[in-house]
């Protein structure tokens, strides 16, 4: 067990619809990372907070967009969703931004578009 | 851009070795080895750090060369339970310097264990 929590755990949902991802990080930990996960792409990152403000975007679509709580947790947000969309989702979260800190990933968040 | 790892796949016996290697075309400050199993989250393994400075996993070594712009994860006398998918995440810097902890990850290398 990693410690950070990620709710739900399967999505089904239709194209066009819009839902929400939730990261609870591991206690301590200030920085939450956001990853998709899909056969053919590997581990993509998309975004990463540290103590609520946006730290680094990667190939995050403006369909997509994410915030980190007073509390620490943090969500994704999904939008206008596509067949493509599906795939596995992942948090992660670390102590800072340091390069010498491990991320501790979450069971992830699995979306199936239908 | 994506690190190459290398091999894609590979198949062992209980107690073979195994050497997994990530190259990058970008300069990089650090590099992070995590093994993912099937249906389940990665895993944290291992930080090499630029300068030498490693931290992680007491059975599993790895290496840096930064003129190379490689890292290479040494797998010996692996057992059953290092079957899974072996990730590189690497770091690097923007222009001005400044690193904000974001990995860019290989594709991965299946590893398969068999008794």
């Known amino acids: 067990d990693s410690g950070v929590t990620q709710t739900p755990k399967h999505l089904i949902t239709a194209t066009g619809q819009r839902v929400t991802l939730r990261c609870s990080p591991r206690?301590?930990?200030?920085?939450v990372y956001w990853y998709q996960q899909s056969l053919d792409q590997g581990l993509q990152f998309l975004i990463q907070?540290?103590?609520?403000?946006?730290?680094a975007k990667g190939n995050i679509l403006e369909r997509f967009s994410a915030q980190q709580f007073p509390d620490l947790h943090s969500e994704l947000n999904l939008s206008s969703l596509e067949l493509g969309d599906s795939a596995l989702y992942f948090c992660?979260?670390?102590?800072?931004?340091?390069?010498?800190?491990?991320?501790?990933f979450g069971d992830g968040t699995r979306l199936s578009i239908l | 851009q994506q690190p190459v790892q290398s091999p894609q796949a590979v198949i062992l016996r209980e107690g073979e070795d195994a050497v997994i290697n990530c190259s990058s075309s970008?300069?990089?400050?650090?590099v992070h080895w995590y093994r993912q199993k099937h249906g389940e989250a990665p895993v944290f393994l291992m930080i090499?750090?630029?300068?030498?400075e490693q931290k992680g996993h007491e059975k599993i070594s790895a290496s840096f060369n930064e003129k190379k712009q490689q890292s290479s994860l040494y797998l010996t006398a692996s057992q059953l339970s290092y079957s899974g998918t072996y990730f590189c995440g690497t770091e690097t810097r923007d222009a001005g310097g400044t690193s904000y902890g974001k990995l860019t990850f290989g594709q991965g290398t299946i590893l398969t264990v068999h008794p």
């Open positions: 206690s301590g930990d200030l920085s």
């Open positions: 992660a979260s670390s102590v800072g931004v340091l390069s010498n800190q491990p991320q501790h």
């Open positions: 907070y540290y103590n609520g403000e946006e730290r």
């Open positions: 970008k300069a990089l400050y650090s």
């Open positions: 090499l750090l630029k300068g030498g």
